[in-house]
Nanobody, 124 residues
């Protein structure tokens, strides 16, 4: 079993930055892809960013490309999401998820272990 925990959410103003962290514990593997998703009130959960097992491949949703950066420290089993130039439409609960496979993926179904989420609120 893998436990996933997010941290770093909060309330910021538009244009500011936040850094989210995801820590995996338990029967963890550094050979799995990790993704960030988000869910705003009344909306479906959507893909934000993903990273491959070795950090060599990263993918982003078009809405965050150029503003968000995903990275990982394999030795610490942590994945970070640096969010710059935040907009009110980025307001959501952000979830970290660990995939069953090594590559980065946009698909919900490729992720097996999910955290409880962390709230990010961006005021205008």
């Amino acid at each position: 079993q893998v436990q996933v925990a997010e941290s770093g959410g909060g309330l910021v103003q538009a244009g500011e930055s936040l850094r989210l962290s995801c820590a995996a514990s338990g029967r963890t593997s550094s050979n799995n892809g990790v993704g960030w998703f988000r869910q705003a009130p009344g909306k479906e959960r959507e893909f934000v960013a993903g990273i491959s097992w070795n950090g060599g491949d990263t993918i982003y949703a078009e809405s965050v490309k150029g503003r968000f950066t995903i990275s990982r420290d394999r030795y610490k089993s942590t994945v970070s999401l640096q969010m710059n130039s935040l907009k009110p439409e980025d307001t959501a609960v952000y979830y970290c998820a660990v995939a069953l496979r090594a590559y980065a993926s946009r698909a919900n179904s490729d992720y097996r272990y999910w955290g409880q989420g962390t709230q990010v609120t961006v005021s205008s």
